[in-house]
């Protein structure tokens, strides 16, 4: 017998869902343009009651917000008050949506918001400066002079933007939860470059940012478990596309929302929208960590280029509160206790040659002693600079490190090869000893020769060569000053390092070689004067 029983309806529309679905499809133009303006408050509208939002409805508003914001791009008929109202209601339909359970945000979705905004800031038209903050989300732009030295903004807990003092850019402000700077080579570049077609009241290009104050837009689950994002994240753009290879650093400082111990990696990364199949993730290419420390709940961000940024955290599983990993500790132990005992064994010999007279008048022992002033200052340095790795330094600073450290270990392989050349002519050359002068001549070349590989080398890279690897993989624990360029470190240090071994190899050989010659030749002309002596003897007999 047939009888009623009560409906599914789970799986139908919502007339919300349905009237979305509709504002996707619309396609916009400037002869309709209150349309557009009517829509996007639709969109507004409808995405209002956060609870009432479902996955369908997350969908359907990205796509529509996406289509409206384009239009303000592909269509320069729209005049700047249709620009700002477009903007101003999709502004507040993107924070309805960051409100809604994450549960409901797919990565698609996610993007396409993402990618609106940046669309949003790029095809804004109001005047030389534009300011918004909701709830979640705000956006600034912001027209530069010309003549700009450093542009900086810093945002407080609450989003409130703030305009910083250009004179300090690289001081972030302690109490904003994010602050960026950007180097005004930068701004004049992309000025000189780039057509700004959508900003023409700017004498300038245009610097656009956005922040979001939740997470949930940037989700990547390639990240480790315990990985965490610890900030908020920032966008930052110049002009009117994406930046790469910046000439200067733009740099910034995170506030992490998250605990901090000891055992804790920090990362600076950026937003890749490519990885993970276009899914998108966070990668630490071009992106390291400028300073902080472990009581220190900030981290600063030194990036060669503009996307959106935001801090990692790493911690170490099985670790406790006050302990590095053990690996790195063991590591950083060993390494500490050689160079320790190199230290005290170079001083050592210095102390002994500088004490015995006899001894500082030796060629040998005075090249000696210029060997283990170099290594001794070298292994102080390195030392000192493993030491306090995960402290402060500031980029002027690791790059006089890297030079110096550069220079010292060149050095270090010249005084070998000097001490070869000498033993050569001592051993081979018996007769023609090279005068005091010609001496002199050949320590001179020992000290310069270095100095011209690393002048050269920083010169042609303007100083670029030189810095932190770190940079490479984001983390701060790697931070080492160091060469950083692949043609320097080969072509200056490899190369030289490797002609001078296979140098002191041939010496070495060629005396070793000669040495049991002479030995030979020594024993048969020994045995030939026995020969002789017995002869003697016999005829005496």
């Known amino acids: 017998m047939a009888q009623w029983t009560t409906a599914n309806t789970t799986e139908c529309p919502t007339a919300t869902t349905q009237d979305l679905q509709k504002l996707a499809k619309l396609n916009y133009n400037s002869s309709h343009s209150q349309v557009l303006v009517t829509s996007s408050q639709l969109v507004e509208?409808?995405?209002?009651?956060?609870?009432n939002v479902s996955r369908d409805d997350v969908s359907f508003a990205a796509t529509a917000i996406f289509n409206q914001v384009s239009a303000l791009g592909k269509d320069s008929g729209f005049n700047q008050n249709i620009s700002k109202q477009v903007t101003l209601s999709s502004l507040k339909a993107v924070d309805n949506i960051l409100q809604v359970d994450p549960n409901n945000i797919d990565s698609s979705p996610a993007r396409r918001i993402a990618k609106s905004m940046e669309r949003m800031v790029t095809n804004l038209r109001v005047g030389k400066s534009f300011e918004q903050t909701e709830r979640n989300i705000g956006i600034v732009v912001q027209c530069p002079k010309k003549n700009t030295t450093t542009l900086g903004y810093s945002w407080d807990e609450q989003g409130t933007p703030n305009f910083t003092d250009p004179a300090e850019p690289a001081e972030p402000l302690t109490e904003s939860a994010v602050a960026f700077h950007i180097p005004g080579s930068v701004v004049r570049n992309v000025t000189n470059h780039q057509e700004m077609s959508n900003y023409a009241v700017c004498p300038s290009a245009p610097v656009r940012f956005i922040l979001y104050r939740t997470q949930v837009l940037f989700r990547d689950a390639s990240l480790p478990p315990n990985t965490t994002l610890a900030s908020q994240v920032i966008s930052a753009q110049v002009g009117d596309g994406p930046l790469e290879n910046l000439g200067d650093n733009v740099t910034m400082s995170f506030k992490l929302n998250v605990g901090v111990t000891s055992n804790a990696e920090r990362y600076c990364a950026a937003w890749d929208f490519a990885k993970d199949g276009g899914s998108g993730g966070w990668s630490t290419d071009n992106c390291f960590v400028q300073h902080s420390t472990s009581s220190d709940n900030r981290t600063s961000c030194s990036c060669t280029h503009l996307t959106h940024f935001a801090a990692l955290l790493t911690r170490s599983p099985g670790s406790s509160r006050e302990e590095k990993p053990v690996e790195e500790a063991l590591l950083q132990y060993i390494s500490l206790v050689g160079c320790g005992l190199s230290i005290v064994a170079n001083l050592g010999t210095i102390v002994t040659i500088l004490a015995i007279k006899t001894?500082?008048?030796?060629?040998?022992?005075?090249?000696?002693?210029?060997?283990?002033?170099?290594?001794?200052?070298?292994?102080?340095?390195?030392?000192?600079?493993?030491?306090?790795?995960?402290?402060?330094?500031?980029?002027?600073?690791?790059?006089?490190m890297a030079i110096t450290l550069h220079y010292l270990l060149l050095c270090a392989f010249?005084?070998?090869?000097?001490?070869?050349?000498?033993?050569?002519?001592?051993?081979?050359?018996?007769?023609?000893?090279?005068?005091?002068?010609?001496?002199?001549?050949?320590?001179?070349?020992?000290?310069?020769?270095?100095?011209?590989?690393?002048?050269?080398?920083?010169?042609?890279?303007?100083?670029?060569?030189?810095?932190?690897?770190?940079?490479?993989?984001?983390?701060?624990?790697?931070?080492?000053?160091?060469?950083?360029?692949?043609?320097?470190?080969?072509?200056?240090?490899v190369a030289p390092m490797a002609i001078s071994l296979i140098y002191n190899c041939v010496i070495f050989l060629r005396v070793t070689v000669a040495m049991r010659l002479r030995g030979k030749t020594q024993t048969a002309t020994a045995q030939a004067t026995n020969v002789k002596k017995v002869?003697?003897?016999r005829l005496i007999l």
């Open 359 to 400: 001894l500082r008048k030796k060629r040998h022992h005075r090249m000696l002693l210029g060997l283990c002033t170099t290594l001794l200052i070298f292994l102080s340095l390195f030392t000192a600079m493993l030491y306090y790795k995960h402290n402060a330094t500031s980029d002027t600073t690791c790059k006089a």
């Open 535 to 537: 002869n003697l003897l």
């Open 414 to 493: 010249m005084w070998m090869s000097l001490d070869a050349t000498l033993m050569y002519h001592k051993v081979i050359v018996v007769f023609e000893q090279f005068n005091e002068r010609f001496y002199k001549l050949l320590i001179a070349l020992t000290l310069v020769l270095p100095l011209v590989i690393v002048g050269a080398s920083a010169g042609a890279t303007s100083g670029g060569a030189y810095g932190e690897p770190a940079k490479k993989n984001g983390s701060e624990t790697s931070r080492l000053c160091w060469i950083d360029n692949d043609g320097v470190f080969y072509g200056g240090l």
């Open 45 to 51: 509208n409808l995405t209002s009651s956060a609870d």
